[in-house]
């Protein structure tokens, strides 16, 4: 529902006026009754509002100086309906010029105020309509931006809607869960908390809202909002760059009641580049599964590697990474007891263990960058160190390095051998039979006795994307159809092909469709429906 506040210092006109209409049928909310501009404004300035109906003379602030006044330092987007008697009426003419949007007589009729009422409510609708195309719009030229696809018109788009002075860079924002292992628990559940997230973060950015968005991960699994940093925010904000990042984590924390985690990426020169930010996170998303868990993580941090007596168990290492190629479960075991035992011996200290834990790591993708050079090891890390971390076990710690040893060698196993992609028409079914379910590539490789790594893997060669985006689009068609073919009401058709969420629904509709679902409805049903007669 629309919040309207009603502004009069007569008060039994303000009364009049809540009572004389049924505003919940009319599809607002009277959010407040004041008594002038000056209480007004302070309102507008503290909380969301969507309609002020306001009279103009007014002790203290008119109606008129609220209006200028809201305007002139870009407060609010709220409707202004002025309240004027006959002789007033040139103050309601000077309000039009300022972007009023009606004004009303005194005494105020019921169907007047009703038609008004109606009017906004279209108007607003549209506006936001236009605004969540422009916000979509915005989104998908940055994510562009972030997987290196560079498109000069989508560039010169977001330079003349954003500030990107002073440096970039790109920021995953997460919650913090029981387990890092999200694909075990319910999608809908962790869609419903990046979207408090998104609208928290939008929220907070006010006008710079598109700088945040969800799903950036696309292709890996992640419910993290995006937020794309520049360094004009801080300069803006009147601080120092790590202030505002403080700062911002601070009052998101206050805003969800969520415990949050920032990917901080390395800094560039441009938007043009934030790819090679986002890499960075990437790689501190590997890293941060084996190391205890802070609120912020900064690139420049935690991949410095130490210059002095750094401490490199190489010879331990290197036996500990032939067992996994081997894939010797036993010697596993025993080669991580080595590796700690000798970390122990040696006084190694954290920056040590991370220098450690990275020449492990990147070795691994190594080896499997050599039996699979089209995949990315990067991807298949995050999702194998994931989905060893449970609870109860440290970051880093010797379980948690034993489990996530065990499943990577699983997965080079796998690798080697070349299983045949024939278990993905098993897989195909699967999704056709099932797909407003949970479905996960974790659920799947266990019904189906295969690593869930190697799974998604010969997947995307498979299809060309990831099983994630896969289901995704297979849902939208399918949603699509029901548009086509039913009188199903949105929210009905976005739970039937597997969305509790209704706004991520859309918001995948329209990243997919270019438009929403009442917007293809109407628009295809004079069409041939044999374009979605395939997934």
């Known amino acids: 529902m629309l919040k309207v506040i009603i502004v009069d210092d007569e008060q039994f006109i303000a009364q009049g006026l809540q009572a004389l209409i049924d505003w919940n049928a009319a599809g607002y909310e009277v959010a407040a009754v004041l008594s002038d501009g000056q209480e007004a404004l302070e309102y507008i300035k503290k909380l969301p509002v969507d309609l002020v109906i306001t009279d103009v003379m007014m002790p203290k602030m008119t109606g008129l100086e609220l209006l200028e006044t809201v305007r002139r330092e870009n407060l609010s987007n709220a409707g202004f309906v002025i309240l004027s008697g006959y ?15 009606d004004y009303l007589l005194k005494p ?17 609708q549209n506006s936001k309509m236009e605004e969540q195309y422009e916000l979509a719009y915005q989104a998908r030229c940055l994510i562009s931006l972030l997987f290196g696809k560079y498109d000069p018109h989508g560039v010169d788009y977001l330079h003349k809607h954003l500030d990107f002075s002073d440096g970039v860079r790109y920021i995953e924002i997460s919650a913090c869960h029981s387990s890092d292992n999200e694909d075990d628990d319910d999608e809908n559940h962790f869609r419903m908390v990046q979207r408090d997230l998104y609208q928290s973060c939008a929220q907070i950015l006010g006008e710079d809202r598109s700088r945040c968005f969800c799903d950036a991960s696309l292709d890996r699994v992640g419910y993290g909002i995006a937020f794309v940093y520049s360094g004009a925010l ?10 505002y990042i403080q700062d911002f984590y601070k009052k998101l924390g206050v805003s969800t009641q969520h415990e949050l985690r920032f990917l901080v990426g390395k800094k560039v020169d441009d938007i043009t580049t934030v790819s090679e930010s986002y890499d960075t996170v990437c790689g501190l998303k590997n890293l941060c599964a084996f190391r205890q868990q802070k609120s912020i993580y900064y690139y420049e941090e935690e991949l410095s590697v130490p210059q002095e007596r750094a401490v490199l168990c190489k010879d331990t290492l290197d036996q500990l990474i032939t067992a996994i190629e081997l894939n010797e479960q036993e ?9 700690f035992a000798e970390m122990q011996q040696r006084g190694v200290h954290d920056k040590d263990i991370n220098l450690n834990l990275n020449y492990l790591l990147f070795r691994l993708m190594h080896l499997a960058s050599n039996l699979d050079n089209e995949a990315n090891q990067k991807e298949m890390l995050q999702f194998i160190s994931a989905q060893s971390f449970r609870e109860g076990i440290s970051r880093g710690s010797r379980q948690h390095l034993f489990r996530f040893a065990r499943e990577y060698a699983d997965y080079l196993s796998l690798l080697r051998k070349n299983i045949s992609i024939d278990i993905l028409d098993s897989i195909d079914k699967e999704i056709q039979e099932h797909y407003s379910e949970n479905l996960t590539l974790q659920g799947l490789g266990k019904k189906y006795y295969i690593n869930s790594a190697y799974l998604g893997q010969i997947f995307r060669k498979k299809y060309g994307q990831s099983f994630k985006n896969y289901l995704c689009s297979y849902r939208i068609n399918e949603a699509c159809r029901q548009l086509l073919y039913t009188n199903k009401q949105i929210g009905r058709i976005a739970e039937d092909v597997g969305y509790k969420d209704v706004d991520y629904f859309l918001c995948k509709f329209i990243e997919l469709k270019g438009c929403t679902p009442s917007h293809f409805r109407k628009s295809k049903t004079e069409k041939p429906h044999s374009e979605f007669a395939g997934k």
């Open 87 to 101: 002789s007033e009426f040139s103050y309601a003419q000077k309000a039009l010029r300022y972007g009023c949007i």
């Open 108 to 124: 105020v009729e019921k169907q007047d105020l009703l038609s008004i009422l109606s009017k906004y409510n279209n108007i607003s």
């Open 234 to 243: 801080a300069r803006n904000a009147g601080c120092s760059e790590t202030q």
């Open 331 to 339: 010697r596993i075991g025993s080669e991580i007891d080595h590796l």
